[in-house]
């Protein structure tokens, strides 16, 4: 079987849907809220067709298709620039040393502050990979091909890139980290939150939550054992993302306390190590290596895992069908990255 990523468009509406709902909850960036996915492919449809090159606050949805059959197996999404027209709030994990000279001791206690530090950053986030789907590397597909892009339009985006993990949550939706911080200030459980959170956005945290830092020695232990660990079906996400040279540097997510991933974005391992290739043949066969191909601007982005044949000076062979996935002809340019 044969699979692509592209641009998401109207017709792929129903398949994101059924995918959103298959999340479990906790994945703000696909939200299972039909009016707020439909927001999605519209702003990403505006994201595509702008003109400009500079940085702004673009949100590019991607699909993952089984060009065999057309069915859509998969989805991802790249944000230009967090923090543009709304407050991007993280809680930054830091430590306050006190010493006792009647006590003779010193105390290091644990503080979760409020912070917008990561503001002007790119993100990656929302991939999810049908259950149908988790093998043959698809996972691996669809989170590289948002590097791809990045380094197809590299003008468009920050010096930064971040993804956030999704945090714990317990059997029953919930979650130890907003139940024991924000739920008390919100009157509002995690998932009625986390739903509004998708749909309207973190307006309501800059409203509400209390700016002082946070002493996690006054949290339950059940919240404070999961401060900055990602939720177990997030556990691979994790390790694809340290594979690329992100890595954990204190920030927490202010809804389920997962933990922020963050790399400079010419050092995330995709980016700084694909190389641009010319197509001077398209042939029948292809014996080379297979290798993660992608080309396009903006809508003709085009990603997918095919075998190409290289030669000095940087020509590449690929086959008629790769060619056709792609939506190239010879002599355009692919960016090419080793599997």
Not at 180 to 195: L, P, S, T, Y
Not at 293 to 320: K, M, Q
Request: charged share 20%; hydrophobic share 40%.
């Amino acid at each position: 079987m044969s699979f692509r990523v592209r641009p998401a468009g109207n017709d792929d509406f129903q398949a994101i849907y059924e995918m959103a709902k298959l999340t479990g909850g906790g994945f703000t960036n696909l939200p299972p809220d039909r009016g707020a996915l439909v927001d999605k492919i519209v702003r990403s449809q505006k994201s595509f067709e702008r003109t400009g090159d500079e940085p702004s606050d673009d949100m590019f949805l991607f699909v993952l298709e089984n060009v065999d059959t057309g069915q859509i197996r998969g989805t991802c999404q790249v944000f230009g620039l967090v923090g543009v027209h709304a407050p991007f709030y993280s809680y930054r994990i830091g430590t306050l040393t006190q010493t006792s000279k009647a006590l003779g001791k010193t105390f290091r206690a644990q503080l979760l502050n409020l912070s917008t530090d990561l503001e002007g950053s790119s993100e990656v986030g929302g991939l999810f990979l049908h259950p149908g789907e988790r093998a043959g590397g698809l996972g691996l597909l669809l989170a590289r091909s948002r590097y791809l892009f990045i380094k197809l339009h590299r003008e468009r985006f920050g010096k930064r890139v971040l993804a956030e993990l999704r945090g714990v949550i317990d059997e029953s939706g919930g979650s130890p980290f907003w139940d024991a911080i924000a739920g008390k200030f919100f009157g509002m459980n995690f998932q009625e939150a986390d739903e509004f959170n998708a749909a309207h956005g973190t307006q309501f945290i800059a409203d509400l939550m209390p700016k002082t830092p946070i002493y996690t020695a006054m949290l339950p232990e059940s919240a404070r054992s999961v401060i900055g660990v990602p939720h177990p079906k997030g556990r691979a996400a994790m390790k694809m993302l340290e594979n690329e040279g992100f890595h954990f540097d204190c920030y927490v997510d202010i809804f389920d306390g997962g933990p922020t991933m963050i790399s400079p974005t010419d050092q995330i391992r995709t980016i700084r190590d694909s190389r641009s290739l010319t197509v001077e043949n398209i042939a029948e066969e292809v014996s080379g290596p297979s290798e993660m191909l992608a080309s396009g601007r903006l809508e003709d982005f085009r990603a997918c895992c095919a075998c190409v044949e290289t030669a000095p000076g940087g020509s590449a062979t690929i086959s008629r069908a790769t060619a056709q996935m792609l939506g190239i002809s010879a002599g355009d340019t692919i960016l090419a990255m080793s599997r």
